[in-house]
Each structure stands twice: as structure tokens, then as C-alpha cells.
């Protein structure tokens, strides 16, 4: 099964500050990923989806990036709202394989 | 608007059944993939089942396979989970989740989720 490594496992930012978070698939998946993001106490949301298309109602400062076995999350303006634990998905075919999470919260 | 109740968690001992139950409205639910994710107490998400519009087909993880059988009845919006010889490890929230555009296996709703805890 292809495994989902997201890097780092946690950060601190402040607001304002550019973010990015990897995820790395242990084999091709094409654009086959989806980026969610999970607050703390709160169900999971999708933000992206085929690797670079934003759910709608995402805010403009979420996009995602890559192809193959590299992918980025990236938040170009950290808001208070962002922080919670963003997670990789690949769904090219089953098992659908979560990253571990990556944490995002303030300095 | 669409919503996803999940319902039949508890606890329950090592080695028994439980079925959980997902109630769905809000879409046609006969035209979309269901799934159940999980989460453990302080863990990132795990997807653990998933069923084709129809039924016809069925997914599992690894670490369920055998154990778990994924239901539906389109007839009621419902979407099930039947779970035997239950672990310690199985100890988790679960989420009942939608795909977003038919059977592409990524999720755009998510139910509050139903708790089922594994233990003597």
C-alpha cells in the first residue's frame, strides 16, 4: 500500500507568516490528493482537492501544489482561524490514505 | 444542506459486535460513495471503509478487513457498519463521510462522528 509521510509534524507561526506543509506519497498518485483541515474539537474539513483545486468556500489564501509523490499545502497569510492539525489524503485508488497530520498553531 | 448522523457507538467489551448507523439527508444519497473514517483518542485520521453507490463494491483497511462489513439502504438514506470481534485498537471516533462527486474517494461531508470505546 502507498504510504502518505507529511513533513513537519508541527509548527508555530505567527500571524501574517507564509505557511507550507509536504506531504510525500511513497508512489506515484498523479493529482490524485486532497488537503483537509481539522480544528481543534471539530470535524474535518476539505479545503483541496486533485492536488491544486479549492473546495468552495475556501478562502483564496489556501492553495496546493505538486503531482507524482510531492505535494504542498501552502497558506499565504496565517489567520487565527487557521490553527488545528492539516492532513494529506491520496484517493487514486483504496486504501484512501491519510498523512499523520501536520500541527499548526501560534508562537 | 446536507447532514450525516452517526449513531450505535458505546462501549462495549473486547471481542463483542457493534453496528453503527449513519443517517443521511440533504442530497441523493443513492448517487454517492459513503464511507467511515476513524480517529483514536489523540490520533490523526483513518479511513476504514468505504461502499460504491450501489453497493457493489466494498473497501476495507487492512486493520479491518474480516472484522468490519460496510452496509447501505438507499431506500433509507442509511449507511452502516457492522463491527465484530472488536479490539482495544478499534477504541475510536467514527465518522461517517460523503464523497464529494460521486465515487472519487475524498470527502466533502463529515457527520459529528459516534464514539465507540473497546474495553473490559
Known amino acids: 500500500d502507498i504510504q502518505m509521510t507529511q513533513s513537519p509534524s508541527s509548527l508555530s507561526a505567527s500571524v501574517g507568516d507564509r505557511v507550507t506543509i509536504t506531504c510525500r506519497a511513497s508512489q506515484d498518485i498523479d493529482n490524485f490528493l486532497a488537503w483537509y483541515h481539522q480544528k481543534p474539537g471539530k470535524v474535518p474539513k476539505l479545503l483541496i482537492y486533485a492536488a491544486s483545486a479549492l473546495q468552495s468556500g475556501v478562502p483564496s489564501r489556501f492553495s496546493g501544489s505538486g503531482s507524482g509523490t510531492d505535494f504542498t499545502l501552502t497558506i499565504s497569510s496565517l489567520q487565527p482561524e487557521d490553527v488545528g492539525i492539516y492532513y494529506c489524503?491520496?484517493?487514486?485508488?483504496?486504501?484512501?490514505?491519510f498523512g499523520q497530520g501536520t500541527k499548526v498553531d501560534f508562537k | 444542506e446536507v447532514h450525516l448522523v452517526e449513531s450505535g457507538g458505546g462501549l462495549v467489551q473486547p471481542g463483542r459486535s457493534l453496528r453503527l448507523s449513519c443517517a443521511a439527508s440533504?442530497?441523493?444519497?443513492?448517487?454517492?460513495?459513503m464511507y467511515w473514517v476513524r480517529q483514536g483518542p489523540g490520533k490523526g485520521l483513518e479511513w476504514v471503509s468505504g461502499i460504491s453507490w450501489n453497493g457493489n463494491t466494498r473497501d476495507y483497511a487492512d486493520s479491518v478487513k474480516g472484522r468490519f462489513t460496510i452496509s447501505r439502504d438507499n431506500a433509507k438514506n442509511s449507511l452502516f457498519l457492522e463491527m465484530k470481534s472488536l479490539r482495544a485498537e478499534d477504541t475510536a471516533l467514527y465518522y461517517c463521510?460523503?464523497?464529494?462527486?460521486?465515487?472519487?474517494?475524498?470527502?466533502?461531508?463529515w457527520g459529528q462522528g459516534t464514539l465507540v470505546t473497546v474495553s473490559s
Open positions: 440533504g442530497f441523493s444519497f443513492e448517487e454517492y460513495a
Open positions: 463521510a460523503k464523497d464529494r462527486l460521486g465515487s472519487l474517494g475524498y470527502f466533502d461531508y
Open positions: 489524503q491520496k484517493y487514486n485508488n483504496a486504501p484512501w490514505t
